[in-house]
């Protein structure tokens, strides 16, 4: 019994030494707001490095780092470089909370940018408490159109049009194509905020599926049954319809259903359309889909084809990538990436010499609706609104993988996440890009 | 159980609860975060020692009962209206009673055959949150507990108020596991796992000893379990992947399986390991196959190490050295 | 009808692979009593060997070869070095049920992570050597490719031949024999330590094969096999842990149970059908559905 006590002394002194250890020394900083001095603006972004998502996503970091590297050897915004903190979540929400928290406590980012996932970043956003710190939470990388909601997420502000534009504007491509219009539809997608958000942007657009739309949870789609939904979905409908098949998924599910086509011989049973997310052509064509499969797959963007070097945005992102992201290959995800970082380069300008956390929200929500970006749709920003892009144009992928317009010429229509108004055809012409892609807010 | 060591346990309790007071007053928001995690990951390797280190069961299920709690913790919470603190002790009876079911269809498996099925609790379990709207499919439910109370002050910041709320949670139920492990139970818990055949010979009832084990585990699971969704702020599927698991078990036997006293050290381990790992790679760099894959090294390394060099704890190598 | 065809052809083709899986799971528990989770790592790290040969060589039968032996000697070693090492030193106390699982477990993460730092986390692919194409029956294509029947003939003759070392070699009957009780195997003269090593290298090559069968209809990462572990450790205990035949046909129950829930009622039901399915055979037969009469105690 003595020796028990003395044991459970010892222990418990062991692990209050231990927990002393933690015991960083550190005195709250007073000053202005963290993360910015006269030479530095560290900013951080949490993001899936393993597993399925990171399979597409992996580069953003990388290319948003790649633009900002070249930024600093231009100058920097107002002599300060940006230094980017990029974290690990594995797509798990507890670790993109514990991660996010550590940029704001540990790393001291003056903001977020370009925040990954939506299950992960929503909880993080709450629990690393960037509302109540006033952390900026630039340019999430999600199209859940829920964190356009000012009273939950003040610091947020959107990028990707929602995944509820994207289905409206999907329905209108049905509505608009003669061949597809009187076919059966169906769709295969995510069960989560991906695929919900979705369902819900059909039924805002009155479009009703032919059968109830299949929802698979994130990661657990097997070849074994994209097959046997395959070939349920043949044998339900007339051997004349060509009916369409809208897949709303990651880029790897997409693979698993495109590769289960080729298996049954289905590839031109159907009329493809590919959502934004998993009709990366690219990364299609890495996981062994064959270039005749996706060949005449509709697919959506808001930007100009990654693979068209023509474009001025374009070919200066790939000069960029070229120089300072050697290792990877220029994709759509690069430049979503540095067109994101470019966004935030010209915020942190617009915010002034003086930057505070507050300052770069207002100068956002004044003068980021004017914004030079590659986008081919207008963005939002605006005191009442923190959606980002609000529209997509649809393209038919060739066997390269390159996005080519229907008819030849790129028609973008925009719209909204909450009415059941139609989408409208847009007019807007992009500002042209700054010289040598450098930003000067002008 | 006599009265004298009750009284000292408990004075143990409170001092240590003192001392934590006192840090909690001294340290930065970082520290208390981190402090709440370690109390949340503590209470779960309590868990876990109870079940495999004092009964005998091996289970590398717990992210499972612990996903129990946590919905029930959000749920409650956001549609009942309850007041957290009640919300946290309904999902510790609710995961108690949830094992005990579990316990008594699975009371007759052992060794592998319980390990087995826990493991395919623990996949299955949270999946079936996608069938159920109530649960918020993969989204998940929030789970916000809201400011600390004003009486606190303005500078009561949510997550030393998480803090308290974590450490204290771990105290009184560690406190209490304690109590049990001293008392009869206890004694025959550890009859149960040193020698089942002899335990059964004296007239325990060894079925129903082994239901009580899981159900007083699946109930602490599930306090842990709604602590640990409490900090990252909601629930959903993916937040009890099978890695929470086996890190729990982890550190469970970086503690010593059967040692009840290291489990503050197994959750500081469990923090601390990932942080170290960053740093490190922050430190030196490298590829983005290594710089991703070095965490979990890290972890697996001196998981095995543990195994090898304390396969008791490193409380019982002390113990060893004093001999 | 159609879709009938198909759930059973998929089931078949997936059953095999787990049946491939939990082989190897019961080769180890029947050789050491240890629960081998380090096998997902182990049998990932064999087919990245065989996917480089395979990209080399230009063949994919040449990788395959290589990717099985190379299955067979990483058993074997981590037997020898790391699994007896461990035994050693862990003989008493109730962690002596323990240890041998989280050590696994831990070899697990080490494999996974040097798998990382070797091969990084893209997901890369596997071009299967037959057509994936599916065959014709009854004037439509069903999900059954030359290489589903491929999978199945290679499963097929790999059961035949680990059937025919087990019963009509000395090796199996040393096999069976330190399975069935080493004291007594080492009484008549049987080197228990190198047969249990035997067992490990087997169940090795077991895993690589599966994996070099599995990838191709899938991508190959450091994670590629995990939810294959898992349903080969649920087949495997459904069919009594202790019996090759019980393995196979417990994976094949599994893979049966799993296609038909997800085609017939529900997509999200694959874990929960695993689940289901084997709290159901454990509780009428808590040791499985083919284990030796006599309940094990261990």
């Not at chain 1, 002194?13 to 707001?33: E, F, K, R």
């Not at chain 1, 329905?171 to 919900?196: N, R």
């Not at chain 2, 993969?138 to 606190?152: H, K, M, N, S």
């Not at chain 2, 760099?285 to 543990?306: D, M, Q, R, Y």
């Amino acid at each position: 019994m003595i020796r028990n006590t003395r044991m459970k002394r010892l222990s418990i002194v062991s692990a209050l030494v231990a927990a002393g250890s933690m015991l960083v020394s550190s005195v709250p900083a007073l000053a202005a707001d963290p993360g910015v001095t006269a030479t530095e603006i560290k900013l951080g972004i949490t993001s899936p490095k393993t597993g399925t998502v990171a399979l597409s996503y992996g580069k953003l970091p990388r290319a948003m780092k790649a633009y900002f590297d070249y930024i600093n050897d231009n100058g920097g915004v107002y002599g300060r470089k940006i230094k980017l903190i990029s974290r690990d979540d594995k797509y798990l929400p507890q670790l993109a909370a514990t991660q996010t928290r550590n940029l704001v406590l540990s790393d001291k980012v003056f903001a977020i940018v370009g925040a990954l996932g939506t299950a992960t970043h929503s909880k993080a956003y709450v629990a690393a408490q960037l509302a109540k710190n006033n952390v900026p939470d630039l340019f999430v990388n999600t199209g859940f159109s829920g964190f356009d909601d000012k009273a939950k997420y003040p610091t947020t502000f959107l990028v990707l049009p929602s995944y509820a534009m994207e289905a409206k504007i999907i329905a209108k491509l049905i509505a608009d194509t003669p061949t597809m219009k009187p076919m059966p539809s169906f769709l295969i997608a995510q069960d989560d905020e991906f695929g919900k958000d979705g369902v819900k942007g059909f039924a805002l657009a009155g479009h009703k599926f032919t059968s109830n739309p299949t929802l698979y949870p994130q990661g657990s789609l097997t070849a074994a049954l994209a097959e046997s939904l395959l070939s349920g979905v043949n044998a339900a409908v007339p051997a004349a319809a060509k009916p369409v098949m809208v897949l709303m998924g990651t880029t790897d599910s997409t693979a698993l259903i495109l590769k289960a086509a080729e298996k049954l011989s289905l590839t031109s049973r159907f009329t493809w359309i590919a959502g934004s997310v998993g009709g990366d052509a690219n990364t299609l064509l890495a996981l062994g889909v064959k270039p005749a499969t996706i060949e005449g797959a509709y697919a959506a963007s808001f930007f100009p084809d990654a693979k068209d070097s023509t474009d001025a945005y374009v070919s200066q992102f790939m000069k960029i990538n070229e120089k300072y992201n050697k290792g990877d290959s220029f994709d759509n995800v690069v430049l979503q990436g540095m067109n994101s970082a470019m966004l935030t380069v010209q915020s942190l300008r617009a915010a002034g010499k003086n930057l505070t956390r507050a300052g770069l929200i207002k100068a956002i929500e004044s003068k980021g609706a004017g914004f030079a970006s590659a986008g081919l749709a207008p963005l939002n920003y605006s005191a009442t609104s923190r959606v980002g892009y609000n529209g997509y144009w649809f393209g038919q992928l060739n066997a390269k993988g390159e996005l080519k317009p229907v008819g030849g010429k790129v028609t973008l229509y925009t719209t909204d996440s909450t009415s059941t108004a139609a989408p409208v055809l847009s007019s807007f012409t992009r500002k042209p890009l700054p010289k040598n892609g450098i930003p000067t807010n002008q | 159980m006599n009265n004298t060591s009750v009284k000292k346990r408990s004075f143990i309790f409170l001092a240590i609860g003192w001392v934590l007071l006192l840090i909690g007053d001294r340290v930065d928001e970082l520290v208390l975060s981190q402090g709440a995690l370690v109390a949340t990951y503590a209470l779960a390797i309590a868990s876990i020692i109870l079940l495999t280190g004092y009964s005998g069961q091996l289970s590398l299920g717990h992210g499972a009962l612990m996903a129990v709690g946590a919905y029930v913790a959000a749920l409650t919470t956001n549609n009942l209206g309850l007041p957290p603190v009640i919300a946290l002790v309904l999902a510790t009876f609710t995961a108690g009673i949830f094992g005990l079911v579990l316990g008594f269809s699975v009371a007759r498996l052992s060794g592998p055959y319980l390990a087995g099925t826990t493991l395919a609790l623990a996949v299955s379990l949270p999946t079936i949150a996608n069938q159920f709207e109530i649960l918020g499919g993969e989204q998940g439910v929030a789970f916000d507990i809201g400011l600390p109370p004003a009486r606190f002050g303005e500078d009561f910041s949510l997550y030393k108020w998480f803090f308290w709320i974590c450490a204290l949670a771990a105290l009184i139920m560690i406190w209490f596991i304690s109590n049990i492990l001293a008392s009869r139970y206890g004694r025959t818990f550890r009859a149960l796992r040193d020698n089942p055949v002899a335990a059964s010979l004296a007239g325990i009832n060894t079925g129903r000893v082994k239901v009580l084990a899981f159900a007083l585990s699946s109930g602490v699971a599930g306090l842990a379990g709604g602590l640990l969704v409490m900090l990252i702020s909601g629930v959903s599927p993916s937040a009890f992947p099978l890695s929470l698991s086996f890190l729990l078990l982890t550190g469970a036997v970086v503690t010593g399986v059967y040692n009840l006293k290291g489990v503050m050290l197994g959750g500081l381990i469990l923090v601390a390991i990932p942080e170290i790992a960053e740093s490190v790679v922050s430190r030196i760099g490298g590829s983005e196959g290594f710089t991703v894959a070095l965490p979990g090294f890290l972890v697996s390394a001196l998981l095995i190490l543990a195994v090898v060099f304390t396969p008791n704890g490193p409380g019982h190598l002390l113990h060893k050295r004093k001999h | 009808m159609n879709q009938f065809i198909t759930a059973v052809l998929t089931s078949l083709s997936s059953g095999a692979i787990y049946a491939l899986m939990s082989i190897s799971l019961v080769l180890v528990w029947r050789s050491t009593r240890v629960v081998n989770f380090a096998q997902a790592g182990q049998a990932v790290f064999t087919t990245f060997i065989g996917y480089e040969v395979t990209i080399r060589t230009g063949s994919y039968w040449v990788g395959l070869f290589v990717a099985v032996i190379c299955g067979g000697l990483v058993g074997a070693i981590i037997d020898r070095f790391f699994m007896r090492p461990i035994f050693k030193r862990v003989k008493s106390g109730p962690i002596v049920m323990i240890a041998p699982v989280v050590a696994t477990l831990g070899l697990l993460g080490l494999i996974q992570s040097v798998i990382g730092f070797i091969w990084g986390f893209n997901y890369v692919s596997i071009e299967a050597p037959v057509s994936t194409q599916g065959y014709k029956l009854f004037g439509t294509v069903v999900a059954f490719s030359p290489f589903n029947l491929m999978v199945l003939i290679v499963v097929t003759i790999a059961m035949l031949l680990l059937t025919l070392l087990f019963q009509k070699t000395n090796i199996g009957l040393a096999l069976r024999a330190s399975a069935f009780s080493p004291e007594i195997a080492r009484l008549s003269g049987i080197k228990v330590d190198a047969v249990r090593t035997l067992g490990w290298a087997i169940a090795g090559a077991a895993g690589g094969l599966a994996g070099m069968l599995y990838v191709p209809g899938s991508y190959l990462h450091p994670n590629a096999m995990d939810v294959l572990l898992i349903f080969g450790f649920i087949a495997a205990v459904i069919g009594g842990l202790d019996s090759l035949f019980g393995a196979v046909a417990g994976a094949m129950v599994l893979g049966f149970a799993i296609n038909f829930a997800a085609s017939y009622v529900s997509y999200k039901l694959v874990f929960t059908t695993a689940f289901a399915l084997l709290i159901i055979v454990l509780l009428v037969k808590p040791n499985g559905l083919f284990s030796s009469s006599k309940g094990r105690k261990d």
